[in-house]
């Protein structure tokens, strides 16, 4: 019998297994390294599911939800646990995932495909449920099957939709999740057990509940208040019923059917899109205090491409907007501060000289004549920049990552800023159980944009992309609430747009490389939508155009 030799990453111990053998034992072995319940592996940079057995040697790795791929795995299994409690409590409920919600996931439970509005006591009984299983530590399982007879088991789910979703799936076979009874499907790993989903919270939240998961970084299980964050979702799904378009299934059906359909789905993402632009703008010219307009997102939200927009309408307004650039702030190079591995934070707020830039609005706003820096990246210090006075109908516009910190603008009059948060907040769903994460829209925009405008291969992008986001979790997640607007900058088509530049770049990830099994993730998803070729339908002003290129602005 063939053996397979893994090391543990660990402590580089060898460890053989017999062909066949699967990963339960030797991740008992290794708990004591963990602070939570190890749920998955990777072997090779590709995840191996603790009850299935590695067909290959090489580097063994653990994941708890400390990881970025545990943390996705243990999110599903909250999903998972919380559909399997629900339908346990009455056959007639059904869990709908939404969106995420800071730490935690806001689902809507149907009863016979109405919505049920849950009382408090339904929350503590679902609750309850749940914890009833963990404690059960029910084994999850996955099983594969021909198409037709997928279709068949989860229609006695109810889960039409994901039987609507395998009309288009090249493959023959499906892998489905079963525990207790009850089927799912999931395009991504479950946890091997209902006792590893150990930790959560059932919170009420409008219309639903939010699944609560704990903040690796804290241990805690935070209380979910975002009503700000909640409305633009709430918004975005009435534009999702306006285009009839809630599932990628719903998007598959016109792509497959007509073309002048997509182009009419195109034209009015884009007109739902300048239609809040122009909201926004109206709201900013109601009050002629304001005269300091604070743009910020997350990475590859599309905030330039917004704020030429915004710019354009508020001209339409009658104001004048003058951009002003954070970038020249920088202190010099010798100044900047250094992260945790001693390299220089860029997106620290202390790279910035808050006290100048202060100084400088301060005086603009007063009506006097500033000389702005100009910096000088190559040499690393700032220069002499424009002269710049402000006229009666101008209004300044600055876009940058520390936008909503209140920090940045301390010393300007809250009446007289009014601060936009702009990011890609996707709510267009695989199906009732499988979400598009708003993160994945931004990194696909983020693979296409850095290979076509900066000459970086898919690989350079999602090796930088953790960097990213842990910027984003420390600079603008947290302010995000303090934005007196939110603009989505999701397109409902725009995945199967991604899908034609990004499917070439993430085949050619090394697969010896740690991003390997990132990049199949990535793949996975956009398996599931069918591509839009026909690109010359985008408009020039889209934001889209900000990432695939023949952008009517100048970047």
């Known amino acids: 019998m063939r053996e397979i030799v893994l090391v543990s990453k660990i402590d580089n111990r060898k460890i053989t297994l017999k062909e066949g053998e ?17 749920l998955a592996a990777r072997v090779n940079n590709r995840i191996v599911e603790l009850f299935r057995a590695p067909d290959r ?4 790795e653990f994941l708890d939800l400390t990881d970025k791929d545990g943390l996705r795995i243990y999110q599903r299994g909250l999903v998972f646990l919380a559909s399997l409690a629900i339908k346990k409590l009455n056959s007639n409920w059904k869990l709908k995932v939404l969106h995420s919600l800071g730490k935690g996931i806001y689902c809507e439970i149907y009863e016979n495909e109405r919505l049920m509005l849950p009382n408090s006591e339904n929350v503590t ?22 198409k037709n007879e997928a279709k068949e088991i989860l229609s006695k789910e109810g889960l039409f939709k994901t039987v609507e979703l395998f009309k288009y799936r090249k493959k023959r076979t499906v892998k489905l999740y079963h ?4 089927w799912a499907y999931f395009y ?7 006792g590893r989903i150990d930790t959560f919270d059932v919170q009420s939240y409008n219309q639903g509940i939010v699944l609560v998961h704990p903040d690796p970084k804290t241990d805690e299980l935070p209380t979910i208040h975002m009503p700000k964050l909640s ?12 285009l009839e378009v809630e599932y990628v299934s719903d998007l598959n059906n016109i792509i497959a059917h007509s073309e002048r359909k997509v182009a009419e789905l195109m034209l009015l993402s884009e007109a739902l899109h300048e239609k ?5 703008a109206d709201e900013i010219s109601k009050d002629k205090r304001r005269r300091l307009v604070l743009i910020a997102g997350p990475s590859s939200s599309g905030k330039t491409t917004f704020a030429k927009r915004l710019s354009i309408q508020l001209r339409v307004n009658g104001l004048k907007p003058v951009a002003i650039s954070l970038d020249d702030y920088f202190v010099d190079r010798e100044k900047t501060p250094r992260d945790e591995n001693g390299n220089y934070d860029f997106d620290s707020i202390e790279a910035l000289d808050i006290e100048l830039f202060n100084r400088h609005l301060q005086d603009l706003l007063a009506g006097k004549e500033v000389v702005l820096p100009k910096f000088n990246f190559k040499t690393g210090k700032r220069m002499r920049g424009p002269t710049l006075k402000l006229e009666k109908d101008n209004i300044i516009i600055v876009e940058g990552i520390h936008g909503l910190n209140e920090r940045l603008t301390a010393s300007i009059p809250k009446e007289q800023k009014f601060k936009i948060y702009v990011s890609a907040l996707t709510q267009l769903n695989i199906d009732d159980h499988n979400r598009v994460t708003t993160t994945d829209t931004r990194l696909l925009r983020r693979i296409v944009r850095d290979y076509k405008f900066r000459g970086h291969s898919a690989h350079d992008t999602l090796k930088m992309w953790p960097n990213v986001r842990r910027g984003e979790e420390r600079n603008i997640f947290p302010y995000q609430e303090e934005a007196d607007a939110m603009f989505n900058s999701a397109l409902v088509y725009e995945i199967p747009v991604l899908r034609i530049f990004a499917e070439p770049l993430l085949v050619q990830v090394p697969e010896e490389t740690p991003e390997y099994s990132e990049a199949l993730r990535l793949l996975k998803l956009l398996d599931f939508f069918l591509p839009i070729t026909n690109i010359e339908d985008i408009p020039d002003k889209s934001i889209l155009r900000e990432f695939i290129g023949r952008s009517i602005f100048k970047y």
């Open 22 to 38: 699967n990963l339960f034992k030797i991740a008992d072995e290794y708990q004591k390294y963990f602070k939570y319940k190890i």
């Open 188 to 194: 991504g790993y479950l946890p091997p057990s209902t």
């Open 276 to 280: 809040k632009i122009a909201d926004i």
């Open 231 to 242: 409305r633009v979702f709430l918004e975005y799904a009435r534009w999702l019923n306006v």
């Open 125 to 146: 009984t679902i609750k309850r449920k749940m914890r009833e299983l963990v404690e059960r530590d029910l084994p999850i399982e996955k099983r594969t099957f021909y």
């Open 57 to 60: 040697g090489g580097e063994l």
């Open 179 to 182: 525990c207790d009874g009850f």
